[in-house]
């Protein structure tokens, strides 16, 4: 516990289960993002994984679309402390895409369309714990969100839930991504309050 | 890092709703231009609610300072702009950030585009240009409701021509008498026709989601390349 804070009571006085340590809960939904949107044209969008070996196979617009779809209700939260319960999402889990990857390899580069990176190990995108997201509260996720897809990683602070998401790249040692090279924690758990680069 | 206690060493009324706390920081050892820092409180109880601050003060500045704007339905800024005095304590943790940041030996002229208290950072921003004696092209761009909305309003001028910048400034409801300048919110045009001409410019956009989507999709649209504008939002869409 820190020093008392002389006439601070706060607001949010309810200790929510769902809610991280250091979060507040949020009925917005913030955009963070450390550009521009990205203008993606239709037809522009395709998919693809590259393993280690170099082999790479890539989803068009329309194919990633003909995939088996998942409707995910969850929380998410962010490394500027809000949180937002019970979002609706609809996607591709990551469980559907790598169903013909051959890897041995343990970590993950998630690449943008606008150059964003962010490194996630493999075995925290797989076994239902992940998706490439196109819908949000039953409409085209919006581009200020990472429309047309962004992965989500709800277990992970959300910078890991690349928007406008074009692919992953399989590595057999860790590589830092975007935010975790400028001061970011590299794993980013949100019950462990992994937010900066120290917080080991 | 850890969190440190930091001394609450002077305020200043920023606008009708907005403050300046400078905070000394015990170990503090400066920040670069543009990064920010957390602030936390704690209740009799050990409730506890932080926010991000960004930083206006200058990179090498022995003090740290913040500005922060009234949120009406908000936990922590209430606090910091009606409750707080000079002499209170605060717990603080950074500086924190490493992309909207700029530093001295970058060369390149410096576009900076502020909607309302998003012009915090791009103080920090001018004021390190300054005491670095660079000498790249600095010019501002603030959008703001009224002139008594207008942060750092004693200093900016003198700021500015210090730093050899140009200003403009966007009077969205109402401009001071006399006013020359338009008035009314910032449109593409209005952004394009004033980041004219600065080759290989970095741009620093800072202010509320709509206003960065605006300014940096008139930017892109006009054909400056995306990656060399650097974003920060707050508030939703």
Known sequence: MGIVTPGFFGKHREADPKLPPGQYETKDFPVLSAGPTPNIHDGEWAFSITTETGEVTRWSWDEFRALPVEDVHTDIHCVTRWSKFDTDWRGVSLDTLFEGIETSAGYTMAHSFGGYTTNVPLEDLLGGKAWVAFEYDGEPLDPEHGGPARLLVPHLYFWKSAKWVKGLSLHDSEELGFWEVNGYHAYGDPWKEERYYYDS | MEWAVADVVGIREETPTARTLMLRIPGWKGALAGQHIDIRLTAPDGYQAARSYSLSSAAGDELAAVSVELMPDGEVSPYLVRGISVGDQLEVIGPLGGWFVWRPEQTEPVRLIGGGSGIA?????????????????????????????????????????????????????????????????????????????????????????????????????????????????????
Request: hydrophobic residues 40%; negative net charge.
């Open chain 2, 121 to 237: 950072p791009l103080v920090s921003i001018l004021r390190t240009h300054i005491r670095s004696g660079n000498t790249a092209p600095v010019k501002l761009l603030y959008s703001v409701r009224t002139p008594e909305y207008v942060y750092f309003s004693d200093e900016l001028d003198a700021l500015t021509a210090e730093a050899g910048a140009e200003v403009a400034i966007q009077y969205t409801r109402h401009a001071p008498p006399g006013w020359q300048g338009t008035i009314g919110r910032l449109d593409a045009r209005r952004v394009t026709d004033w980041a004219e001409g600065d080759q290989n410019a970095s741009t620093y956009i800072c202010g509320p989601t709509r206003f960065v989507e605006l300014a940096s999709d008139a930017l892109v649209a006009a054909g400056v390349d995306p990656a060399t504008i650097r974003t920060e939002r707050f508030g939703g869409a």
